[in-house]
């Protein structure tokens, strides 16, 4: 099965987990709609990714990674 993000996707969000760390702070980001399709990426105070793909509200799908590393790593982005 394929990733949920695009590759431009995955670098977006990377780039915005590497920018944020300089702050303190996680990354939250939707690509689309949750009311009709869209995908949610989050980053939890332990530090792990989950990327959800959802329709009409519902989780079509989900991917969890343990920290930043191993979601660059998926992702093949630096």
């Given at each position: ?34 009311a ?6 989050f980053?939890?105070e ?33």
């Open positions: 099965m394929s990733k949920i993000l695009t590759p431009a996707q995955a670098k977006a969000v990377y780039d915005a987990m590497s920018a944020l760390n300089n702050v303190n702070a996680k990354v939250k980001a939707s690509f689309g709609n949750v009709d399709t869209g995908v949610n990426v980053e939890d332990l530090d792990t990714i989950t990327v959800v793909e959802v329709a009409q509200y519902n989780v079509v799908r989900a991917e969890h990674y343990m920290n930043q590393h191993r979601f660059a790593a998926a992702y093949d982005v630096n």
